[in-house]
């Protein structure tokens, strides 16, 4: 009796400092399952973006042909549409070039179109002394349709220029709107090429479309309002159709999870109507993030995470807001797999500078559980517009391996929030460890890339710090504890004492000592 209880206790001693420490939660794909409520806001009800106008000052019914660009109805002119308008390619300047480099050049085309070439077409789309004003910090609002991933904006007697005062001593605002004006917004979207992101578009004058700086819709001349749209086939490749012209196929080179810029450039030139409206199916909102995760074992001892997260949005910020670290031995995910990681304070570093040793810093996040507050930052991170400093965060924590040999797969998730609408990112990666043991004669080594981190909670492993400084585990670790670990001191005295070894030696010789004096005691 007394060797078969100090075999099991010896047994649950082994076992205990075995054991990584992780919950068990619903989740599907290593994403909890308390999270769902918050992406059930992926489609936000609306989608807000910058748009900037220009306010154009009619043209005298006198002018010659050549130089009359603003007002035709009252002059007895009415247009129709002409493609071929613009060049193909957005300018340097982001901005429509015409075709016609001189008034020579647009001698051919329709009466109406023949004033703009060259410096005579610069005031649509920028400002000029006497001639146009540019009026900034407008915003359009997509409104979304139902409960579908449809979103519309716009619509009949579009005159967004009333308040403005420029062009009040023109003929044409005495018939109570400010007519004559262009448009242009861009704005960034991520491809799904799958068959069902659709764009349409409505307007009356002119009408281009531009994606990633290459004419894809030509609405353009002095017409009634028309539309055009464009489908995103599966391949990546464009389907157009324009009113009155027909079908076409553009091949600009897209796929999956590219960032595409789309530009759209109107113009209101007459005084009968003033329409414009833009059609959303299905597009990708918001843009999501991009993460990474990479593995490494460092001398067999510990499995060390580094993961970073990149807002892919060129022109909006992105927030994170959760962090689940889901963990199973294998090197593949595997559903029912040891759980998620208790991440927490201490054993959880970020930074957005990983090139500044001095600037890992620790994180606050709540335990996991099966609710929208589970795994989430006590202050989100704020990531800026791609391509600026500050645009990717990296986070870092480790574990102890639960085998001598074999497999561990992490999955790490983030839950992310752009202009209020939330999404994930995602990375995977696995590390394996051969032949674990611990030699206390040689002190395991760190890559020299790895920064010098201070001193850490003691019931925490050091996130980057060298193997050796693996402490021994708590019920709140990540990790197990390593009862052969180096001296660490006397300051660490009372961690020693408090860990689970101690503990469970304690528990050992109580054990030991009881079944001896059970049979032997006196009654």
Not at 441 to 468: C, H, I, K, M, Q
Request: net charge negative; hydrophobic share 35%; proline share 6%.
């Amino acid at each position: 009796m007394l060797v078969s209880f100090g075999l099991l206790m010896l047994f649950a001693i082994t076992q205990t400092a075995r054991m990584v420490t992780t919950v068990q939660l619903e989740h599907e794909y290593g994403v909890p399952q308390g999270w769902t409520q918050l992406l059930s806001g992926s489609n936000p009800d609306t989608i807000t973006i910058p748009i900037t106008y220009f306010d154009q000052r009619s043209d005298s019914c006198s002018l010659p042909l050549a130089q009359r660009q603003w007002e035709w109805t009252r002059c007895r002119i009415y247009g129709q549409l002409e493609q071929g308008l613009v060049q193909n390619r957005l300018g340097p300047d982001g901005r429509p070039v015409p075709t016609a480099a001189t008034a020579a050049q647009a001698a051919g085309r329709r009466p109406e179109n023949r004033g703009m070439w060259g410096a005579n077409f610069r005031q649509w789309f920028n400002q000029v002394e006497g001639r146009s004003l540019q009026v900034d910090g407008r915003t359009i609002t997509f409104e979304r349709v139902g409960d579908a991933n449809i979103y519309q904006w716009g619509g009949p007697d579009f005159f967004p220029l009333n308040d403005i005062r420029f062009s009040d001593g023109d003929y044409t605002n005495a018939l109570g709107h400010n007519f004559h004006f262009t448009a242009m917004a861009s704005f960034p979207f991520e491809v799904q090429a799958d068959g069902r992101e659709r764009w349409e578009f409505l307007g009356d004058d002119d009408v281009w479309v531009f994606i990633n700086g290459q004419l894809v819709l030509d609405i353009g001349g002095l017409h009634e309002a028309l539309h055009g749209w464009f489908i995103i086939n599966e391949d990546g490749t464009l389907t157009t159709y324009v009113e009155g012209v027909g079908h076409g196929h553009i091949n600009l080179g897209l796929k999956a999870g590219d960032i595409a810029h789309l530009s759209f450039f109107y113009a209101e030139r007459s005084t009968n109507d003033a329409n414009a409206r833009i059609t959303i199916r299905y597009m990708m909102w918001p843009i999501r993030a991009e993460a990474t995760i990479k593995a490494e074992t460092i001398d067999n001892r510990a499995i060390r995470y580094i993961s970073s997260i990149t807002n892919r949005d060129p022109a909006n910020p992105l927030d994170v807001t959760h962090i689940a670290s889901f963990l199973n031995e294998g090197n593949k995910f595997d559903k029912d797999g040891l759980g998620f990681l208790p991440l927490q304070n201490g054993n959880l570093y970020y930074t957005l500078t990983p090139d500044d040793e001095s600037s890992w810093r620790p994180v606050n996040i709540s335990a996991p559980h099966s609710s929208d507050q589970g795994h989430q930052l006590e202050t989100p991170v704020r990531l800026t517009s791609y391509g600026s400093p500050g645009d990717t965060a990296y986070f870092a924590f480790h574990v102890a391996p639960d085998q001598a040999e074999g497999y561990y797969y992490n999955s790490i998730t983030y839950l992310t929030s752009l202009n209020g609408a939330s999404s994930l990112a995602r990375a995977s990666d696995y590390a394996r460890f051969e032949n674990i043991e611990v030699d206390t004669s040689n002190t395991p080594t760190t890559p020299p890339r790895v920064p010098d981190w201070g001193d850490v909670d003691d019931g925490y492993l050091d996130p980057l710090g060298e193997a050796n400084e693996v402490p021994a585990g708590n019920a709140n670790n990540n990790h197990y504890g390593d009862l052969f670990a180096p001296d660490t001191g006397i300051a660490n005295v009372a961690a020693i004492i408090l860990s689970q070894w101690f503990l469970l030696g304690t528990l050992l010789v109580f054990g030991i000592s009881f079944s001896v004096w059970y049979p032997n005691r006196m009654y």
